[in-house]
């Protein structure tokens, strides 16, 4: 049998850290597998060809359904990381995934749907309040960024997989097939090491060395223990309640800036678009057939996501935000635009029916490339380990809420005003994020997580908005 140590000498003392991103952010992708299932799942229920059909109302509560358990999860996770431990919370959400594909396979109703949906939330709140945090703690600051960027291209590959199965395949079989995921995550995760920084804050010392030996190597161990050490003598003292996320001058600056970045993720429409864009390019069929258009959209999605993985340690963070959201801007403004002149005006657009294609898989490369990835990376960057589960958790509750919030209003405003409405309002929003990420993210390409602190920690009250 390979040991740690034989791994460690054979492919260099990282090969853990990239052992333990790959297999843990399983648990990312097999959650948007069950957060994507709507794109190809809805048009097939509402048009009744399957065993059972849905109403348009009950279509977009089946949507966001799954954002409700989410909250659940994030809760439990808060609770959780910190005593089970960050590896078997990360674990545990195997079981609420398996459950929820055994149940969406088996149902015969929508009300087994409503459930199903609701306990695959779950997952999702755990996987995103647990997972960033674990890549944060146990990845060098040199490939912080690449690794916990692999939780993005996870969401990406996890989306664009429930579609290709969803498109060619009925509904129950792909859910069999989606069992696969967490059964693979549970097999392969369970020999990962736990976090040292949770080790340490526990008194499990001897666990701590170890775990550090596997991550780093024996070479470096010894200089990272004391390290973590050090840290956790300065931190001595610090609380766990959930006013000091808002009463602490640094843990206030960390949840402004990355709760800003997780609102800038909704503001784009990203959420709603994933859960309508089958819906979207229905209206376009004249160029392409909808499930390849949905296909091609997700697969660019994936391409761009893992380019955005290899350079986010060399560019920076903030370089690609601006590039991101600039583009997205321009892209959100020209779907409104086409959309007003063929549903409010008798403009002639059958020269540009490929108009709609173009702009939107030039949007979803814009926001591939930062919006998307950038901050759920920092979540796990900015917040100190003390307070980090509590951040977590509110954070994906945070996002959760206004994820619900804007595919709801995608839905409404769609089906009252036109489908120009929303676009317009997420350009508008987006481009007030600009002026956000310019002023008020910093930028952590290369630091320490400590170091993090302490930069949002110099920061007075009329900081340098350069950072």
């Not at 963070?317 to 892209?331: A, D």
Request: proline share 3%; aromatic share 12%; net charge neutral.
């Amino acid at each position: 049998m390979i040991t740690r140590v034989n791994l460690c000498s054979f492919f260099g003392p990282r090969i853990y850290q990239y052992l333990a991103a790959v297999t843990g952010t399983l648990s990312i992708l097999s959650s948007e597998m069950h957060f994507g299932w709507t794109s190809p799942s809805l048009p097939i229920l509402t048009k009744g060809l399957y065993k059972f059909r849905i109403s348009g109302h009950e279509a977009s509560w089946l949507a966001v359904i799954l954002l409700a358990g989410t909250v659940l999860g994030a809760i439990i996770a808060a609770k959780l990381t910190d005593v089970l431990g960050r590896r078997k919370v990360i674990l545990l959400t195997a079981l609420p995934l398996l459950l929820g594909w055994i149940m969406i396979g088996l149902a015969k109703s929508v009300t087994v749907l409503f459930i199903a949906r609701f306990i695959a939330g779950v997952s999702s709140g755990l996987s995103f309040s647990t997972v960033p945090m674990y890549l944060g703690e146990i990845a060098e600051p040199q490939i912080r960024g690449m690794l916990a960027s692999l939780c993005s291209v996870c969401v990406v590959i996890g989306i664009l997989l429930i579609n290709i199965l969803g498109n060619y395949l009925p509904i129950d079989t792909t859910a069999y097939i989606g069992c696969i995921f967490p059964i693979v995550l549970f097999i392969s995760f369970f020999w990962m090491p736990e976090s040292p920084s949770f080790l340490l804050r526990n008194n499990r010392f001897e666990e701590a060395a170890k775990s550090i030996e596997t991550l780093r190597g024996k070479e470096e161990a010894d200089k990272e223990l004391k390290r973590l050490q050090q840290d956790l003598v300065e931190d001595n003292g610090a609380t766990h309640r959930f006013t000091d996320l808002f009463t602490d001058k640094v843990n206030r600056r960390a949840a402004f800036i990355a709760y800003g970045l997780r609102s800038i993720q909704q503001f784009c429409g990203a959420t709603a678009i994933t859960f309508y864009c089958k819906t979207i390019f229905q209206e376009e069929e004249d160029i392409l057939a909808a499930n390849t258009s949905t296909i091609l959209y997700f697969g660019l999605q994936l391409i761009i996501a893992i380019f955005a993985t290899f350079i986010v340690d060399i560019t920076g963070r903030k370089p690609l935000l601006i590039l991101s959201i600039t583009g997205t801007v321009l892209t959100l403004f020209l779907m409104s635009a086409y959309f007003f002149l063929k549903e409010k005006t008798d403009y002639d657009l059958d020269n540009f029916t490929y108009l709609p294609l173009i702009v939107l898989f030039l949007n979803v490369s814009f926001l591939s490339i930062g919006i998307r990835n950038i901050p759920l990376l920092m979540m796990g960057e900015l917040f100190s380990p003390d307070i980090k589960s509590i951040a977590l958790c509110f954070g994906t509750i945070y996002y959760s809420i206004v994820a619900l919030l804007t595919a709801k209003m995608f839905y409404l405003t769609t089906d009252a005003f036109g489908m120009y409405v929303p676009f317009l309002i997420f350009g508008i929003l987006t481009l007030s994020s600009l002026f956000f990420v310019i002023f008020f993210v910093p930028e952590t390409k290369g630091m320490r997580l400590k170091d993090i602190q302490i930069k949002l920690g110099k920061l007075g009250d009329n900081q340098d908005t350069k950072l």
